[in-house]
């Protein structure tokens, strides 16, 4: 079966850094996609990673291992206006997506 | 910014109506989705469209329907509306790549009493 694991919550401080594992079974395998949603608004596009490495996007970065059905999202220099689930989602041989249960990441001051 | 609408934002309704939540984007899209999603729980896929006159059923289709006769509009209709379809539902649409992001409308709040 298809499946994404990640954890359900996961707490920070404000100014530190944090890492969001996630890790698939997909039939095929054709990218990874990151996304942010805060509480009881619409999801907000964050990464793409396709190729092995790490994709650094201001404090954002994401890094994928294919072979070992791997992600994870880093954030640095955290902010309370980072307090939001963060969902895994990764696209099938038929490019369709298969998404995580998220993970709520809490900020504490 | 995305440019994808979703109405009515919430609806309470009673058990055995028929209801239509409506979808528009003005981003041209030719890919569009409804998805169900509950509290902290994943996204699953009700249904999809790659463009005029194409419609799919995704993982949570029996229980509703879709129709896309113009692009930028994806209106999901549930016929008899339950409890068990009490849940927020989320349309999305991507650009013509298999790769594209999804841009999200800010979703309807249903519940069926």
């Known amino acids: 079966g298809q499946n994404i694991d990640q954890p359900t919550e996961m707490t920070a401080t404000e100014g530190a850094i944090v890492q969001i594992n996630c890790t698939y079974q997909?039939?095929?395998?054709?990218?990874l996609f990151w996304y942010q949603q805060h509480a009881g608004e619409a999801p907000t596009f964050l990464s793409y990673?396709?190729l092995d490495g790490l994709e650094e996007k201001g404090r954002f970065s994401s890094f994928l291992s294919r072979s070992k059905g791997y992600s994870y999202l880093l954030l640095k220099e955290l902010q309370m206006k980072d307090s939001a689930s963060y969902l895994c989602?990764?696209?099938?041989?038929?490019?369709?997506?298969?998404w995580g249960a998220g993970t709520k990441l809490i900020i504490k001051p | 910014e995305a440019d994808i609408y979703q109405t009515p934002r919430y609806l309470v309704i009673g058990t055995g109506k028929k209801i239509t939540l409506e979808c528009s984007q003005t981003?041209?899209?030719?890919?569009m989705y409804w998805y169900q999603q509950d509290p902290g729980m994943e996204l699953h896929l009700i249904h999809y469209?790659?463009?005029?006159?194409?419609?799919e059923k995704g993982d949570l289709s029996s229980e509703s329907t879709v129709s896309r006769i113009r692009t930028e509009h994806f209106p999901l209709t549930l016929e008899s509306a339950r409890p068990s379809h009490t849940s927020q539902y989320l349309c999305?649409?991507?650009?013509?790549?298999?790769?594209?992001?999804?841009?999200f409308g800010e979703g309807s709040r249903l519940t069926v009493l």
């Open positions: 981003m041209g899209h030719d890919k």
């Open positions: 469209s790659y463009g005029v006159n194409s419609t």
């Open positions: 989602a990764a696209t099938d041989s038929n490019y369709q997506l298969i």
């Open positions: 997909t039939s095929g395998f054709n990218g």
């Open positions: 999305a649409s991507s650009a013509g790549s298999d790769t594209g992001e999804l841009f």
């Open positions: 990673n396709v």
